[in-house]
Nanobody, 114 residues
Framework: QVQVVESGGGLVQAGGSLRLSCAVS????????MGWYRQAPGKQRVVVAT???????NYADSVKGRFTISRDNAKNTVYLQMNNLKPEDTAVYYC????????WGRGTQVTVSS
């Protein structure tokens, strides 16, 4: 069973940067699309960015120009580079297939202070 483990979160000031990593226990080469999702307190989990096997990316409007998703098929890892972070980016971040079909991991907490 494929599992995911997210890491790289933390506390950062507004304007700062973080790089999240998603380690996948199985091969992601055959997975068509992976995505990063986030869930803020009291809100539903939403998709933030997706990347297809061929490298095509899509982003939520709220993060366009600030976040970059990438994948390393050889390392079975998906990354999310987050720049110019804002307090509204505060959330628990998760990775999964797109659409999500794997068991959700524990996520990684990102807290942006103003």
């Amino acid at each position: 069973q494929v599992q995911v483990v997210e890491s790289g979160g933390g506390l950062v000031q507004a304007g700062g940067s973080l790089r999240l990593s998603c380690a996948v226990s199985g091969s992601i080469f055959s997975i068509n699309a992976m995505g990063w999702y986030r869930q803020a307190p009291g809100k539903q989990r939403v998709v933030v960015a997706t990347i297809a096997r061929g490298g095509i990316t899509n982003y939520a409007d709220s993060v366009k120009g600030r976040f970059t998703i990438s994948r390393d098929n050889a390392k079975n890892t998906v990354y999310l580079q987050m720049n110019n972070l804002k307090p509204e980016d505060t959330a628990v971040y998760y990775c999964n297939k797109n659409p999500p079909s794997l068991t959700w991991g524990r996520g990684t907490q990102v807290t942006v202070s103003s």
